[in-house]
């Protein structure tokens, strides 16, 4: 069975530090891997999405790993904003099913 | 704006009433999910439908049912609500297709007391 876990539960920094979030998943036959941002009471938005037969996508300050055959991806967060205070999911999507796997999140919190 | 709209955004119910959550999506998307998230435990899958005419279980579809009652709409249906079964449910929609990720509504907070 599929798990996926994100490690730090909560993270706070300053503005302005490059930070990054990881997720890891038990079962590397995956189909994509997708990092989503929730903002408090608000629903997901999609950041970045990435196929099982990438190694990086970038969206601006944004970049996002995978390294299927250790089930690990990364976030990376440069120069990090107040703006960007959410919760960020990672998800993966099996290769044989139509579902979305969910980590538990990352709570970042940026402080002037 | 394109996207998943789901209604209502909150809602409280008392114990054994009944209620149906409603998702549209205008992408033209074939795959279409329904998750609630709790405390704790991330976002779970509660049923999806591949297609119009077809759904499937998901991980917790116990005190659920569904409807895709065409391609543009997936409604969620609570027979008798349980307090169980507070908390927020999000609505989601795929292209099916290889590179196409995944689009949520804004979610529905509900209160069972």
């Known amino acids: 069975k599929q798990e996926v876990t994100q490690i730090p539960a909560a993270l706070s920094v300053p503005e302005g530090e490059n930070l990054v979030l990881n997720c890891s998943f038990t079962d590397s036959a995956i189909y994509n891997l997708q990092w989503f941002r929730q903002d408090p009471g608000k629903g997901l938005t999609s950041l970045l999405l990435i196929q099982s037969s990438q190694r990086e996508q970038t969206s601006g300050r944004l970049n996002a790993s995978l390294d299927k055959s250790s089930g690990r991806s990364t976030l990376y967060i440069a120069a990090s904003q107040p703006g960007d205070s959410a919760t960020y999911l990672c998800?993966?999507?099996?290769?044989?099913?139509?579902?979305?796997?969910f980590g538990t999140g990352t709570r970042l919190q940026v402080f002037p | 704006n394109a996207g998943v709209t789901q209604t209502p955004k909150f809602q409280v119910l008392k114990t054994g009433q009944s209620m149906t959550l409603q998702c549209a999506q205008d992408m033209n998307h074939n795959s279409m999910y329904w998750y609630r998230q709790d405390p704790g435990m991330g976002l779970r899958l509660i049923y999806y439908s591949a297609s119009e005419g077809t759904t499937d279980k998901g991980e917790v579809p116990n005190g659920y049912n569904v409807s895709r009652l065409n391609k543009r709409e997936f409604s969620l249906r609570l027979e008798s609500a349980a307090p169980s079964q507070t908390s927020v449910y999000f609505c989601?929609?795929?292209?099916?297709?290889?590179?196409?990720?995944?689009?949520f509504g804004s979610g529905t907070r509900l209160t069972v007391v």
């Open positions: 998800a993966v999507k099996q290769g044989n099913t139509d579902k979305l796997i």
């Open positions: 989601a929609s795929r292209k099916d297709r290889a590179n196409y990720g995944y689009t």
